[in-house]
């Protein structure tokens, strides 16, 4: 390992470690006005969704909504369980025993 990746590795630790604890030590101060607090309430699940979805409609790069595309009917079950039950643990087992279950059947 050379000495300039060293330093930006050690950067980058220190960078990110300053940013995480800022809020831990100055978080109790700031407070956010009562609309962003309710904005802020869906990023994870924008996050999530923006991680995802591309994942199931383009698992080989290329736009593919075919019935060999195991990864588009384990993610709708799995969405539709968790919109129903709100069970994480559920939605994750029923996605991937129909992702498992596509893939074995085609």
Same mark, same amino acid.
Do not use: K
């Given at each position: 390992?050379?000495?300039?990746?060293?330093?930006?590795?050690?950067?980058?630790?220190?960078?990110?470690? %300053?940013?995480?604890?800022?809020? #831990? $030590?100055? *978080?109790?101060? +700031?407070? !956010?006005?009562?609309?962003?607090?309710? &904005?802020?309430?869906?990023?994870?699940?924008?996050?999530?969704?923006?991680?995802?979805?591309?994942?199931?409609?383009?698992?080989?790069?290329?736009?593919?909504?075919?019935?060999?595309? %195991?990864?588009?009917?384990?993610? #709708? $079950?799995? *969405?539709?369980? +968790?919109? !129903?039950?709100?069970?994480?643990?559920? &939605?994750?087992?029923?996605?991937?025993?129909?992702?498992?279950?596509?893939?074995?059947?085609?």
């Amino acid at each position: 390992m050379t000495r300039d990746l060293l330093a930006a590795l050690c950067g980058m630790a220190v960078v990110t470690y %300053a940013i995480r604890l800022s809020f #831990l $030590v100055f *978080g109790h101060r +700031a407070s !956010f006005p009562h609309w962003l607090q309710r &904005a802020l309430h869906y990023v994870p699940a924008a996050v999530l969704s923006a991680i995802i979805v591309p994942m199931a409609l383009q698992p080989q790069g290329h736009l593919d909504i075919s019935l060999a595309n %195991a990864y588009l009917p384990g993610t #709708l $079950v799995a *969405g539709t369980v +968790a919109f !129903f039950t709100r069970h994480t643990l559920g &939605a994750i087992g029923s996605g991937f025993l129909v992702y498992g279950v596509w893939r074995w059947l085609m």
